[in-house]
């Protein structure tokens, strides 16, 4: 395999960060600095496309290889189980290993931390033992009995409740800082012969906005961040107008976050190369998904996949790679080869067992270090997108080359969607967007949305990147061809969502069933009287 072996690698994610708030991409203030530095020694990605619009399914894609309906964590299901994970395949190599962050769903009660040698999700409302003792067994339990799963919808909305908690208002300060001196001293401290593999999640730049004062005086002067919308469900159910001064300061906030978050990665940038560890470490830097301030007329990051969401930020320091930019189409679920490409490591090599019901082995095309990438015509066992992409022997195949998008109708958004909108008086319809499942196909030129409660959506993004002509594929050919691929890619993960989501969530008499120690642990967490 035509690749440079590097002993290290350094994998940050700067969660919900939209690429055009980036200096590497355009954006005029100087909200990057450090990572424009970076930029000028990394391949920077233009296409580079998420898997799903929200983290727990993008980073179960980015530690698996797989694409959201194949690893099965999402709001339904909102943990990580029997998957071989990148961290487990790296960790029976050899490699020390770790994980930090601030997120929620990146903890053990998800799964989504399987494999670290060590782990700290500075998650601090939670108690410790909430995320491996009895909750994270009730919350797998329920989900593997039919009748309990909707029991699910009330423990993952322990995630939102607590992010609001731990992000909003005076006690909010950043675990950002934290996160990184414990990345240091992981590094520090690491004495494997192989190397090490450090994931970082960073969450500033998530709803609500409390950045520290030094940024938001220099990009938000005279914002009070609790006097703007804070809750991007009270706007999407219409229950809060925004006007135009609003959103500006909602996203001079937002590049406050920003600007800290890259001065604490410049931080740690620094230290490896005063450290001498620079040059021995490949670095990935991307976001998991964007933020929609008012585009679309929606906030936030739910109910949609237009490219503010799924278009991300990707940029990889590699010696087999130039200092340059890309524009050919990557997906974020390529990064899980890369990372292997990278380390020379393969699941069949290391006694972790590959193949359908194990890791997902190394495939250089799939790897951005390979000179084979996305060449799948080579693929000896080709997943769901490579299939779609290769087509099915009819004159379709080579429409060229797409990614594709997955996203299961929402549990903890839509119930507080119907939260806002029933204080407000307000009934949402049974065709809102937000009761729809959605999977799309994107080329360079055009997008297919596939939904099935409203209406499909077309673009030519060539002509339209703003996605604000919808185009019928029954007039384009580009856009027939991308949902074509589409529809390769809904056979190749059992089937299209043709038919309306009909689940209702009735968690409350799912409780009734909930054993008393869950019961226990939901009233100490305000979910029960």
């Not at 919808?153 to 939102?160: D, R, T």
């Not at 609500?208 to 159910?237: I, T």
């Not at 190369?273 to 929609?292: F, I, K, M, N, S």
Request: charged share 30%; aromatic share 8%.
């Amino acid at each position: 395999m035509d690749r440079t072996r590097q002993s290290n690698v350094l994998f940050v994610v700067l969660d919900t960060v939209r690429k055009d708030h980036l200096g590497p991409y355009g954006y005029e203030r100087e909200t990057t600095p450090e990572l424009s530095r970076f930029a000028e020694e990394a391949t920077v990605f233009e296409s580079a496309i998420a898997p799903a619009p929200w983290t727990l399914p993008v980073h179960a894609s980015l530690f698996t290889g797989r694409y959201p309906s194949q690893h099965g964590a999402d709001q339904g299901s909102p943990y990580l189980e029997d998957e071989t994970t990148l961290a487990s395949t790296l960790s029976a190599a050899g490699y020390d290993t770790a994980c930090y962050s601030s997120n929620a769903w990146i903890t053990p009660y998800t799964g989504l931390t399987d494999g670290f040698d060590a782990q700290d999700s500075f998650f601090e409302v939670l108690p410790g033992d909430v995320l491996s003792g009895p909750l994270a067994s009730a919350w797998q339990a329920i989900n593997d009995n039919d009748y309990l799963r909707d029991l699910a919808s009330k423990l993952v909305h322990l995630g939102a409740m607590a992010h609001s908690k731990l992000a909003s208002g005076d006690g909010a300060d950043s675990k950002t800082p934290s996160v990184i001196d414990r990345t240091k001293s992981f590094i520090d401290d690491s004495d494997s012969d192989e190397g090490w593999f450090a994931f970082v999640n960073l969450m500033d730049a998530h709803l609500p906005y409390y950045p520290p004062e030094e940024y938001r005086e220099e990009f938000a002067p005279g914002v009070d961040p609790s006097e703007v919308c804070q809750n991007s469900k009270e706007f999407n159910s219409g229950a809060r107008e925004i006007d135009d001064e609003e959103w500006n300061d909602i996203r001079g906030l937002y590049d406050a976050e920003i600007a800290h978050m890259d001065a604490e990665l410049g931080r740690l940038f620094a230290w490896l190369r005063e450290t001498g560890q620079w040059e021995d470490t490949t670095v990935v830097v991307c976001a998991d998904h964007g933020e929609l301030h008012g585009e679309h007329d929606l906030y936030g990051h739910e109910f949609a996949l237009y490219d503010q969401l799924i278009n991300v930020p990707l940029l990889v320091k590699h010696p087999d790679l130039e200092a340059d930019r890309r524009d050919d189409l990557v997906e974020l679920l390529d990064c899980y080869h890369t990372v292997l490409d990278a380390t020379g490591v393969d699941p069949d090599g290391v006694g972790t067992t590959a193949g359908a019901d194990g890791a997902v082995g190394r495939d250089p095309t799939r790897s951005l270090l390979s000179s084979e990438f996305r060449a799948f015509d080579g693929t000896t066992e080709a997943d769901p997108g490579q299939r779609a992409v290769l087509g099915n022997g009819e004159a379709d195949a080579a429409d060229g080359d797409y990614a594709f998008v997955e996203y299961a109708q929402p549990v903890i958004e839509l119930h507080h969607l119907e939260e806002k909108a029933s204080e407000a008086g307000i009934e949402l319809p049974e065709d809102h967007r937000a009761y729809s499942r959605l999977r799309a196909a994107r080329s360079s030129d055009a997008k297919y949305v596939r939904a099935d409660r409203i209406p499909d959506e077309g673009y030519r993004l060539d002509e339209d990147p703003a996605e604000e002509s919808p185009v019928d594929p029954a007039d384009d050919e580009t856009v027939a061809a991308t949902e074509r691929a589409l529809a390769r890619f809904e056979e190749a993960v059992g089937g299209a969502w043709d038919d309306p989501d009909e689940r209702v969530a009735d968690a409350d008499d799912a409780l009734a069933d909930a054993d008393e120690e869950t019961r226990d642990r939901l009233r100490e967490l305000g979910y029960l009287e």
